[in-house]
C-alpha cells in the first residue's frame, strides 16, 4: 500500500514559514474537520481534499494558491510504494 508520510508535519512546516504558530492551530481544525486525525493518507484525493479545505482557512493576506500549490507538489512527491 502506499502512503503519504510526514504529510501533517511538512505542510506545518510550510505554513509556518508564512504564518507562524497559527500554521499548526489551522492544519490542526482542517485535520480534526476531516477526520483525519491519526490517519494516514494513502491516496491523491485524500491529498487533495486536505489541501482544498486547508486554502478556505488561509489568511488572505498571504498566497493562498501558490502555497497550496507548493503543498500539494511536496506531498504528492512522497508518494512510495
Partial sequence: MSAYTN???RTTARLAREI??????IVDDVVFE???V??????PRQ??????????ELPETIDR???IREIANELLS????
Fill in 65 to 67: 494558491e501558490g502555497i
Fill in 20 to 25: 507562524g504558530v497559527l500554521a499548526e492551530i
Fill in 78 to 81: 512522497t508518494l512510495h510504494s
Fill in 47 to 56: 491529498v487533495m481534499a486536505f489541501l482544498t479545505h486547508l486554502q478556505r
Fill in 34 to 36: 476531516l477526520g483525519l
Fill in 7 to 9: 504529510w501533517k508535519e
Fill in 38 to 43: 491519526d490517519a494516514v493518507m494513502t491516496t
